[in-house]
């Protein structure tokens, strides 16, 4: 039971009620003093031997809840800064947010502070600073942040879809005394769009400091992901580009490819046409800057684009080799007998390299 008291203007039994002026008059004005007529608050005893309000399990979660909170900014409130912040927000951190675009209105309705400013932003001492700046343009923005107004012991994020990049130049122009997790929450607006559960969230600690409170933040921090049911991998930079050339780029390679050709949907859609409908959808909805990050700042990706496109052409050459058989039966008919059986498909692909040229044969005839 909370109130003691309760203030009720009506039907007050006398004995037990106080009469409390709202505007009293001080002792030196000039006025005189009248007793209270109307603009009275009248505050009444309802009860002396309440319990106190003290339930030891749920101030033991206040407690833990409070001490998992964090003070996180988000530098760069597009797409995917918003998209997390929602979940951030959610879960009961404190969130502030800075952007090359005014997001004032956006950001309330997600419950964060939006400045204009980056200046204002590190004045408030963020434990955590999370980088969401497009690819392309994270190096300009680490130039002109003005890092001597944090505290030295602030953490850096990045979730940048590149990781030996982000590493290379958040090593590069962070001070010393930061400590830095490079991630990569391999999701977005569109895959995560209703469950962060099962998907994979890659990260690397590239500099945390030794002191228990650092060791702890940035599990605090991961565990924002882990409790929403993330895969935690953890893996170097080196790494994950050399996995995410193979799977991401050309995940959006080929997304961008069909986007480009027309699909559209039919009333007799198979299921795997209906997986390349999804996959056009998912892919779309990023910007061509994120994509054309993924290209340029992962030196595996021009590799895996030459494989691409040699097997693209090896899969032409396959169904034009056979069509051309097809064409000679018929304009030679047994004339052209046992020509079938002549080797005519030669493998293009051997790990993205031209065969040997001992491996093509001449023909005899
Ligand atoms: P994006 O096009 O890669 O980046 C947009 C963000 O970059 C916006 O906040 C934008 O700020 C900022 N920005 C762009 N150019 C800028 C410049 N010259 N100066 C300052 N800020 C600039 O799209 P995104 O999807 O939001 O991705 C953000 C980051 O998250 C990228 O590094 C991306 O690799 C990573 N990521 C994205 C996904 C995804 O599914 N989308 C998944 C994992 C990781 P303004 O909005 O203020 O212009």
């Known amino acids: 039971m909370l109130p003691l008291i309760s203030a009720k203007p009506q039907n007050l039994s006398p004995p037990l009620s106080f009469h409390f002026p709202l505007f009293p008059s001080s002792p030196t004005s000039s006025l005189p003093f009248h007793p209270p007529l109307k603009n009275t608050l009248r505050l009444r005893i309802r009860s002396i031997d309440a319990a106190q309000p003290y339930d030891y399990e749920?101030?033991?979660?206040?407690?833990?809840?409070?001490?998992?909170?964090?003070?996180?900014?988000?530098?760069?409130?597009?797409?995917?800064?918003?998209?997390?912040?929602?979940?951030?927000?959610r879960q009961g951190h404190t969130l502030l947010a800075y952007s090359r675009t005014n997001y004032t209105d956006t950001a309330k309705s997600l419950g964060v502070t939006f400045y204009n400013n980056p200046d204002d932003l590190f004045e408030s001492h963020p434990e955590v600073v999370i980088l969401c700046t497009s690819i392309l343009s994270t190096e300009k923005v680490l130039q002109t942040l003005p890092f001597q107004r944090l505290k030295r012991s602030t953490l850096f994020v990045d979730v940048l879809s590149v990781k030996e990049f982000a590493k290379t130049i958040l090593l590069k122009y962070l001070p010393a005394e930061f400590d830095i997790l490079c991630t990569h929450p391999m999701f977005g607006p569109e895959s995560g769009k209703n469950s962060w559960a099962g998907l994979p969230f890659v990260y690397d600690k590239v500099r945390i400091g030794n002191e228990e409170d650092r060791i702890s933040r940035v599990e605090r921090f991961l565990d924002v992901f882990a409790k929403e049911g993330c895969r935690m991998v953890e893996m170097t930079c080196?790494?994950?580009?050399?996995?995410?050339?193979?799977?991401?780029?050309?995940?959006?390679?080929?997304?961008r490819v069909l986007e480009r050709?027309?699909?559209?949907?039919?009333?007799?859609?198979?299921?795997?046409?209906?997986?390349?409908?999804?996959?056009?959808?998912?892919?779309a909805g990023d910007s061509f800057e994120l994509y054309y990050g993924l290209f340029m700042y992962n030196k595996n990706a021009m590799e895996q684009l030459e494989r691409l496109d040699m097997a693209f052409e090896a899969i032409k050459k396959e169904l034009f080799g056979k069509l051309h058989h097809v064409y000679r039966k018929q304009l030679f008919g047994n004339a052209d007998e046992g020509a079938g059986d002549r080797p005519k498909v030669q493998k293009l692909l051997h790990n993205g390299a031209p065969p040997p040229a001992d491996a093509v044969k001449p023909e005899t005839s």
Do not use: C
């Open 58 to 89: 749920s101030h033991l979660r206040t407690q833990h809840f409070k001490s998992q909170s964090l003070k996180i900014a988000i530098l760069g409130f597009g797409n995917f800064g918003q998209f997390l912040a929602k979940t951030f927000s």
């Open 238 to 255: 080196a790494e994950h580009d050399r996995h995410a050339a193979g799977s991401q780029f050309v995940t959006h390679t080929m997304g």
């Open 261 to 283: 050709f027309g699909l559209e949907s039919s009333p007799i859609n198979t299921k795997g046409y209906d997986t390349l409908l999804d996959l056009v959808e998912v892919t």
